[in-house]
T-cell receptor, first 109, second 114 residues
Framework: GQNIDQPTEMTATEGAIVQINCTYQTSGFNGLFWYQQHAGEAPTFLSYNVLDGLEEKGRFSSFLSRSKGYSYLLLKELQMKDSASYLCAAMDSNYQLIWGAGTKLIIKP | DAMVIQNPRYQVTQFGKPVTLSCSQTLNHNVMYWYQQKSSQAPKLLFHYYDKDFNNEADTPDNFQSRRPNTSFCFLDIRSPGLGDAAMYLC?????????????FGPGTRLTVL
């Protein structure tokens, strides 16, 4: 079956760095997406990886290892506004997104 | 600005009373999706349209129907809402047909069933 695993909740301190991990199992693979979702709002696109390695975009970076079925989202210089859920989604061979349940990130002052 | 719009943002309906949620897009994307998302859960794909081609997920209840009268608009009809249908309903769009196909979401409609 197809499956996405990510931690349910994480806590970090303002100004620090946090890494949110995601493992996936899909029928075929066409890329890995990360979305940010604030409470009561829609997901917003953060990053897309299809090749192995690290993609950096400002304070946020995303990493992919296809051989390990593993990705992480790295958030640097955490701000209070980064408190949100972070959803990992893998695209399968039919171009369908398989979604994780999201990691709720709590930022403390 | 090009965007995905959902109306209404909040919808309250009675148990068993039909309700329609709407979505429109100015991105001129080929694909439109409807997701259901309950608290602390992953978005669950209900169905999607690739242009006029309708694709229903196998486990989407018959109670949920959709219409796409043109490229810009897509509707979600819930024929007889039950208490278990209370959720956030998300509309998303994408260009379609490639592995870099990013989905862009509207703000969502939160449905309450009384």
């Amino acid at each position: 079956g197809q499956n996405i695993d990510q931690p349910t909740e994480m806590t970090a301190t303002e100004g620090a760095i946090v890494q949110i991990n995601c493992t996936y199992q899909t029928s075929g693979f066409n890329g890995l997406f990360w979305y940010q979702q604030h409470a009561g709002e829609a997901p917003t696109f953060l990053s897309y990886n299809v090749l192995d390695g690290l993609e950096e975009k400002g304070r946020f970076s995303s990493f992919l290892s296809r051989s390990k079925g593993y990705s992480y989202l790295l958030l640097k210089e955490l701000q209070m506004k980064d408190s949100a859920s972070y959803l990992c989604a893998a695209m399968d061979s039919n171009y369908q997104l398989i979604w994780g349940a999201g990691t709720k990130l709590i930022i403390k002052p | 600005d090009a965007m995905v719009i959902q109306n209404p943002r909040y919808q309250v309906t009675q148990f068993g009373k039909p309700v329609t949620l709407s979505c429109s897009q100015t991105l001129n994307h080929n694909v439109m999706y409807w997701y259901q998302q309950k608290s602390s859960q992953a978005p669950k794909l209900l169905f999607h349209y690739y242009d006029k081609d309708f694709n229903n997920e196998a486990d989407t209840p018959d109670n949920f129907q959709s219409r796409r009268p043109n490229t810009s608009f897509c509707f979600l009809d819930i024929r007889s809402p039950g208490l278990g249908d209370a959720a956030m309903y998300l509309c998303a769009t994408s260009r379609g047909g490639s592995s870099t196909d990013t989905q862009y979401f509207g703000p969502g409609t939160r449905l309450t069933v009384l």
